[in-house]
């Protein structure tokens, strides 16, 4: 399958400041990645598609000026999170789908807003 | 969209035991369906998944069935033993046109030896 890398793997961070999540994609070029957050004892919920080169496409409910996703090469997406609330503290996981491979997870970011 | 329902949110089965968790999905376009296990505080990992033109496969002690017609799937774990004790995620994924995965909300599995 594909080897995906995410960092950094957790982060404590002052309400109202931001936190950039990083997913590289370290052996195939991903033209589209996957954001996920996990609230504990829930299910992942899909936040938005990370398209290079173009806009994300975010999911209904999720606001796009809060979460800042860049997606500027092929294997780099990034995920903001803009003035983090303690409401925000979960579980943030991405995924590349891979040809014939399935769907690769990274390892997670556990963010905890304070 | 796609939308996944699982069933049961919680399962405790005896050791040895067989264990069956259900998903029901709607959007016909689906044609990938993995299941995931996912122990706390970790990346969900693949254990089984198929694809819509097969209806049945089986990896040792797991195997996944799935009806197109009736749009739901089930993984079916037998011999269980207490390192399966997990959660445990369906989902489905209009896989072809590089579709975005929706999951189910997920089984807690808990084997007692």
């Known amino acids: 399958g594909a080897v995906v890398s995410q960092h950094p793997s957790w982060v404590i961070c002052k309400s109202g400041t931001s936190v950039k999540i990083e997913c590289r994609s370290l052996d195939f070029q991903a033209t589209t990645m996957f954001w996920y957050r996990q609230f504990p004892k829930q299910s992942l919920m899909l936040m938005a598609t990370s398209n290079e080169g173009s806009k994300a496409t975010y999911e209904q409910g999720v606001e796009k000026d809060k979460f800042l996703i860049n997606h500027a090469s092929l294997t780099l997406s990034t995920l903001t999170v803009t003035s983090a609330h303690p409401e925000d503290s979960s579980f943030y996981i991405c995924s590349v789908n891979k040809a014939s491979y399935g769907y690769t997870f990274g390892s997670g970011t556990r963010l905890t807003v304070v | 969209g796609e939308n996944v329902e699982q069933h049961p949110s919680t399962l405790s089965v005896q050791e040895g035991d067989s264990a069956v968790i259900k998903c029901t999905y709607s959007?016909?376009?689906?044609?990938?369906f993995p299941w995931y296990k996912q122990e706390l505080g970790k990346r969900p990992q693949l254990i089984i998944d198929i694809r819509s033109n097969v209806g049945e496969k089986k990896d040792q002690r797991i195997a996944v069935t799935l009806n197109k017609t009736a749009k739901h799937f089930s993984l079916h774990i037998t011999e269980t033993q207490p390192e399966d004790s997990a959660v445990y995620f369906c989902?489905?994924?209009?896989?072809?046109?590089?579709?975005?995965?929706?999951f189910g909300q997920g089984t807690e599995l808990s084997v007692k030896p």
């Open positions: 989902a489905a994924s209009p896989y072809n046109q590089g579709g975005k995965l929706i």
């Open positions: 959007d016909s376009a689906s044609n990938y």
